[in-house]
């Protein structure tokens, strides 16, 4: 059995085969089975649901998953009424030649294409579940997170000009109109909608297997959920919130409830078997808090601050391989080092161990931390002279920055910083190589004077002579406890990306099997932007919605109940202990 080493993941088991089991094994039946109720899942149930579908969605705990946590950023251009509210004439073709940068082939450009072509119609399709959006802009339009006020921004890199496309660059960042960090009240849109719909809701229920028929067709699920208002599934709740809100603050208390929540589900879990008529869709994030799998295929990752919530397991990428499913990327993380706010950081420079530049400082942060980890082991320095760290102390101070943003910027500043006369001297202290910053300063000073172009390709904006001592370093690396770097994985199943089926190790499709959002490849897969995300489990869960119910216009074949040629008989043999066995 694929038994995890590591307590707090779900166990997910090999594939139930359907000759084992008689109808009236079958604890509930529908027509599309959502495996996680996060964004992309409820978006997902949603479209299917439209279609006329008997929906059933499953999640682990109560839904909304990392999405309820995220800042509730949507990335949608091309020319929504926000942007144009705002004053930016925006197209789908500009917004592709930006994408087209940041995703570097990981879709293919029709794919692509089309995901800028449906931006805007999406967002007034979460606008017509509810959701709210805005054009208000922040002062200069570039935040790692607009204040309260502020929805609409640029969410990535389309102000660096070795980023851009040819058109003038436009704000595609939209925020949900809330107050505070925006997932939870996007999600709370969505599963309202979800409920209204009628799609039904199994919570406290985690997947653990696959049910397949006798060609490899995925037609069903085995679920195990705590007993619906039971003393252990409230203490289960009650540990699972508590860890979600401390993450920030104690990792390591919280890696020790998500173990006591795992405790739970296997000594009181209930085995219960769906069946899916039409398919199954996993959609349960992705893997950033599973350590076997970080330690596997991306372990210069292992000391980054997690980004995400407890179902991040990877339990719908090991549901999906359980039958034979092909999976990409999954080395691919998104490690986000934000220098802004303070809006005057990115006029420093980031040098390495030995005191060398290695980026562009005006960088989106997760271009920023991508380099940072994969090449620099994680470690780096920021660095400010006398004049830039009194500024930026001062924007920090007085900036109206969010908490989240200020503090950390602070104590970086005031707690955690090395401290020369010279530029030498600071380089001593830091144990760098002599002479290797000074020459980092020089060469960056002369940029700044105009003397020479910058070899980073550094916009004159961001451009500040740094020469008036002392010098500072502020220390920026993955193990800085009072600067955490955060990181959340990207890599995931491969779909076809007509309609989001999963494909096996061969390229072809996994009958009945569907995935969207981070548990897929997608338009996030390659490198992370603000409300790419989010975006894209719109989009790949109204895919995989559509094509569960048969509304699948590229693919080959129609969708058909895969019970009708299949059905076991009732006299059937039952595999010895399902479906009510107990495993831990």
């Given amino acids: 059995m694929n038994r995890p080493r590591t307590a707090s993941n779900t166990e997910i088991l090999p594939p139930l085969h359907l000759d084992r089991l008689a109808d009236r094994d079958w604890d509930q039946s529908c027509d599309v089975l959502v495996i996680g109720w996060g964004a992309a899942g409820a978006c997902a149930a949603l479209e299917a649901r439209s279609q006329g579908a008997e929906v059933i969605v499953a999640d682990r705990f109560t839904g909304g998953g990392a999405s309820a946590k995220s800042g509730g950023v949507v990335y949608a251009g091309g020319g929504t009424r926000q942007q144009q509210d705002a004053g930016f004439s925006d197209t789908p073709q500009a917004m592709f030649d930006y994408l087209k940068h940041e995703t570097r082939g990981v879709i293919s450009d029709d ?6 072509d449906d931006s805007a119609d999406n967002l007034r399709w979460l606008e017509g579940h509810g959701a709210r959006y805005a054009h208000s802009m922040p002062a200069g339009g570039k935040t790692s997170y ?3 006020g502020y929805f609409l921004y640029y969410s990535g890199n389309e102000l660096v000009p070795s980023h851009g496309g040819e058109q003038p660059p436009a704000p595609r960042g939209h925020r949900t109109v809330g107050k505070g960090q925006c997932g939870a009240v996007l999600y709370g849109h969505l599963k309202d909608a979800c409920l209204r719909a009628g799609v039904q ?5 985690a997947a653990r297997r696959l049910v397949v028929d006798d060609t490899g067709r995925v037609v069903g699920a085995q679920l195990w959920r705590l007993p619906p208002g039971s003393r252990e599934a409230r203490e289960h709740a009650r540990l699972a919130a508590r ?3 401390w993450q920030n603050f104690a990792p390591g208390y919280c890696d020790r409830l998500r173990q006591k929540i795992s405790q739970l589900e296997r000594d009181h879990g209930q ?3 769906v069946r899916a008529r039409r398919g199954v869709i996993l959609s349960t994030g992705g893997f950033i808090f599973n ?21 991040c397991d990877g339990s719908g990428l090991r549901l999906g391989q359980s039958v034979g499913a092909q999976s990409e990327r999954l080395s691919r993380v998104s490690a986000w080092r934000f220098i802004n706010p303070p809006f005057c950081w990115p ?29 620099q082991g994680g470690q780096a320095w920021l660095v400010l002279d006398a004049r830039l760290r009194k500024q930026a102390i001062r924007q920090a101070l007085f900036g109206g920055y969010w908490w989240f943003q200020s503090l950390p910027a602070l104590a970086l500043m005031l707690l955690k910083v090395r401290k020369g006369e010279n530029p030498d001297r600071l380089a001593q202290v830091c144990g760098m190589q002599s002479g290797e910053l000074s020459g980092s300063l020089q060469a960056y000073n002369a940029a700044a004077r105009g003397e020479a172009a910058d070899v980073f390709g550094k916009s004159e904006s961001s451009r500040q002579v740094l020469d008036k001592g002392p010098f500072y370093a502020c220390n920026i690396s993955v193990d800085n406890p009072v600067f955490p770097l955060g990181a959340l994985t990207l890599g995931g199943l491969t779909v076809d990306e007509n309609n989001g089926a999963v494909l096996d190790d061969n390229g072809r499709r996994i009958a009945g099997l569907y995935s969207a959002g981070r548990t897929a490849i997608g338009v996030a897969s390659h490198l992370y932007i603000s409300g790419l995300s989010l975006a894209d489990c719109v989009f790949s869960g109204r895919r995989a919605g559509r094509a569960c119910t048969g509304i699948d216009r590229n693919a080959d074949h129609s969708v058909a109940d895969p019970l009708v040629s299949h ?6 043999p039952i595999e010895q202990g399902l479906p009510h066995e107990r495993t831990c």
Avoid: M, W
């Fill in 201 to 205: 809701p199994l919570l406290q229920t």
């Fill in 291 to 311: 350590r076997d799998l970080i330690r596997e295929h991306a372990p210069k990752f292992r000391r980054n601050f997690k980004v995400g919530a407890t179902g």
């Fill in 567 to 572: 059905q076991a008989s009732a006299g059937a």
């Fill in 111 to 116: 794919t692509l294409r089309k995901f800028c």
């Fill in 243 to 245: 860890a979600e809100r």
């Fill in 347 to 375: 006029k420093g420079i980031v040098v390495n161990a030995q005191g060398q530049r290695f980026c562009n400082e005006e960088v989106y942060g997760a271009t920023l931390g991508q380099p940072l980890c994969e090449e």
């Fill in 146 to 148: 607009p204040a309260d």
């Fill in 271 to 273: 085995p219960i078997l």
